[in-house]
C-alpha cells in the first residue's frame, strides 16, 4: 500500500483533507510535517495519522528526503513558491524508476484573470477550461500560480515522477483543523479590506470571479490520491490538469458581503463596499485580481465526479468569518 505525505496539514484544505484521506484509506500510511509542535494531539486523534514530523518548509534537505522517501506527496502548503515545489520534485525524482514518486499539487485558478482594470464582466473574455490541453500548455511562469504549476508540469513531462495538478477556484468555508486558519482567498480579502479601511470593487463591479467550497475541493483530491495509488498513469502531465469551481460571483456581491461581516465585526467601517480605480482596490496583486475577470470550466474534473453542492460563498462568509479573530 502506499505512504502518503501530506505537507500544509494545519491549512484550510489541508486539515481537512488529512481526515478525508484516512477516513476514505485507513491502511495507507499517512505523514503529515508540522511546524506547531501544540497540535499534534489533533492529528493524532482526531485526524489519526499515522506519523508525525516536525519541521518547517524552509528546511530543504527534511523537505527533500520526506519526499523521496513517500509514494505519494501532497503540496497544499503554497502554489506560489517555485523553489519549495523544485524541492519537493528533486527529493522525489531520487526514487528509482521502478518505484516512481507521485506529486498532488494544489494550485489556484489566480492563473485566469484576464487582466482587466474596468471592473467589468467582459463577454469576450477567454474561459479557461481544464479539458483542453493547449489551455493548460498556455500557463507560464508570470501568472499567479505559475510558478508552481510550470515546474509540476514539466516534471511530469520528463516522466521521472508523475504528477497531478488540483486547482481550486477562490477557496471559501469553514476551516476545522487545530489552528485557526481562513485560507488565502479569505486572507487576502480580509486583510486587503482591513488596510484599506473597507471593502473595494472596481468600476461597476460585475467582473467575475470564480469560487469554490473548501468541502466540495477535499472529496476530489482524495479521489485522486486513490487513483494515484492505485492506477498507472495515462496521457500526459497536461491532461492531469483539474479545475475546481463552484460558482462565479460578481466582484461588488462578493465585496458587499465582506463589507457587512467585517463592520459587523468592527473591522471597516462602513457595511457597504467601495467603488475606487483599480489602482486603489489594494497592493500589489490584489488590485489587479478585484479589477479582473476569473472564468475557468473544469469539465475534466466533472467527467471524473466533482459536483458543487455546498452553500454559495454568499450565504457561507458570515458563518465563515463571523467567528474569526481579526
Known sequence: MPSVLLLGATGLIGSRLAIDLKKAYPEWPLT???????VDEWFKVTAKVDRIVHGTISDTELVRSLSKEHDIVINSVTSFDGDFVKTIIAG???????????????????NFIDHGKSGSFNPNSKVWNDDNEDDIRKIVPTMFNGPTDVPVLEAGELGKIVTYIVCFAMTYGSNIGPVPNLGVAYNILTS?????????????????????????GVPFVTKIVGIAGTEKPSGSAYSRYYILHGERVAWKELSSALAKVLHAKGVVASPEPKSVPSAEAGQGEIGS?????????????????????????????QEDLGAHDF
Open 192 to 216: 486587503n479590506a482591513k488596510q484599506l479601511g473597507f471593502a473595494p470593487y472596481v468600476g461597476d463591479g460585475s467582473a467575475k470571479a470564480s469560487l469554490l467550497h473548501v468541502g466540495d
Open 92 to 110: 522525489m525524482e531520487e526514487r528509482p524508476e521502478h518505484s516512481k514518486g507521485t506529486l498532488i499539487h494544489i494550485s489556484g485558478t489566480g
Open 289 to 317: 485580481l478585484i479589477a479582473a475577470n476569473m472564468l475557468v470550466k473544469g469539465d475534466r474534473a466533472v467527467r471524473l465526479g466533482f459536483k458543487a453542492t455546498h452553500p454559495s460563498v454568499l450565504v457561507q462568509m
Open 32 to 38: 503529515v510535517l508540522l511546524r506547531n509542535t501544540n
